[in-house]
């Protein structure tokens, strides 16, 4: 049994009440068990406890044996001299405050509900990916909307923490961050981390310089890549390896290790030669942070992100080696991937740095009109009843899958609070 549990146990009083009476059999009347809290020092605050018939006003600590109390150092702690009452599952010894006053002692162990107990080590020792399935939590209204509001609202918060520190790093520079995003996940999964290292590698602020010559961009990305060199075999190719020795030589540039890009095992359009020739798109394009502000709909962006690889893409999808004529431009599941995990949270990132409101309800807006994902977690969570209609329903099935399942923080969820909380 975890002390989380006894917390949650005493939070919600989900054991036979009857006659209390402390280890030395002294009445005890639970006029308010106190406010769970959350930092450092006792467990519950504020608590009113009568004991043989006198009011007590303090705290209350929360242990699973009583001597639990002094291999924590409570007995030389002063913050716990205000304790009035001390809860464990087992009483295995009298403890003393560091004034030297004895703690009175509460054991409820033999007063847990039963059915809870089950309930909860269910939840905490089971292997299933969704450690509630059991509950058919998807039929649990209205605690299921709630905590995947809750849950939508943390994913994008968590993801807005990450890009705060990488604008820390930036000194600020939110075009350098957006431009950053975007390449993160032009990559897709596969090639995310290597095309964010390529934007490290080759700042926006050094691109924008070669814009009026979009050949100079292609060649500077594609050669920072590792993916040029002295033996290309058709004039484009060979051209773009002139044009990146050059630059390379004037800004001192050193290009990633070409083993660092993954081609097998995806469609071709996926190659990062493409996502690369996109990339370099929507850059010449004008990507840039302030496009956050000028565009208020989905539709708007998809327009913008509606850019085609050049020409010799179009018949290529390696360097140097011909494929059958097609078109190469930015897919509508490309630019949902993009707007889904690169957008959005840039919206929410702002809204949380300058502390407007308005923004991050922008980014839930844009994520509500786009569609959901479709992957092995959120079919999961369909199956259980849960709706998945929208990016925003399925961004927050993966925030609740992964903030909360995974990390079996049942005991912080509403849906698993339900569960324990009913009695048989």
Not at 172 to 186: H, I, K, S, T, V
Request: glycine letters at 8%; a positive charge; proline letters at 4%.
């Amino acid at each position: 049994m975890e002390e989380a549990y006894l917390h949650f146990v005493w939070q919600h009083g989900l054991f036979e009440p009857g006659l209390l009476r402390t280890t030395c059999g002294i009445p005890v009347i639970l006029q308010n068990r106190g406010t769970y809290n959350l930092n450092s020092g006792p467990d519950f605050l504020h608590a009113r406890i009568q004991l043989d018939e006198k009011e007590w006003a303090g705290h209350v600590e929360i242990h699973i044996v009583a001597s639990d109390w002094n291999r924590h150092g409570h007995q030389r702690d002063a913050a716990y001299n205000s304790t009035v009452l001390h809860v464990v599952h087992t009483a295995d010894e009298d403890v003393y405050r560091k004034d030297g006053t004895r703690v009175p002692c509460l054991e409820i162990g033999s007063r847990l509900f039963k059915g809870t107990e089950t309930r909860y080590t269910q939840l905490m020792g089971g292997m299933e990916n969704i450690p509630c399935a059991y509950g058919q939590p998807g039929n649990m209204q209205p605690e299921a909307k709630q905590m995947m509001h809750r849950a939508l609202s943390e994913r994008l918060l968590k993801k807005a923490g990450v890009m705060t520190e990488k604008l820390k790093l930036l000194k600020g520079d939110w075009d350098e961050l957006f431009y950053r995003q975007m390449a993160r996940y032009m990559g897709m999964k596969v090639n995310a981390d290597a095309l964010e290292t390529l934007a490290e590698r080759l700042p926006l602020r050094l691109l924008l310089r070669h814009t009026d010559k979009p050949a100079e961009v292609h060649a500077l990305l594609f050669g920072a890549a590792g993916m040029l060199h002295a033996g290309m075999k058709d004039a484009y190719s060979r051209d773009m390896f002139k044009t990146w020795r050059f630059l390379q030589h004037k800004y001192y540039l050193q290009p990633l290790n070409p083993e660092q890009w993954k081609f097998m095992r995806m469609h071709p359009g996926n190659f990062p030669t493409i996502r690369i020739a996109q990339l370099a798109e929507i850059v010449l394009k004008g990507g840039r942070f302030g496009l956050l502000a000028d565009f208020h709909s989905a539709a708007a962006w998809k327009n913008w992100l509606n850019v085609s690889a050049p020409d010799y893409w179009h018949s290529h999808y390696r360097f140097g080696v011909p494929s059958p004529q097609r078109f190469k431009r930015v897919g509508k599941d490309t630019a949902d991937v993009l707007l889904i995990n690169a957008i959005a949270p840039l919206l929410f990132a702002y809204g949380d740095y300058t502390h407007e409101d308005g923004w991050k309800e922008r980014a839930i807006d844009l994520l509500s009109s786009l569609p959901a994902e479709n992957n092995r977690i959120t079919r999961q969570w369909q199956k259980l009843g849960f709706e998945n209609q929208t990016a925003s329903d399925s961004q927050a099935i993966l925030g609740l899958q992964q903030l909360y399942c995974s990390a079996k923080r049942c005991l912080d969820c509403t849906i698993g609070q339900k569960l324990l909380a009913k009695v048989q």
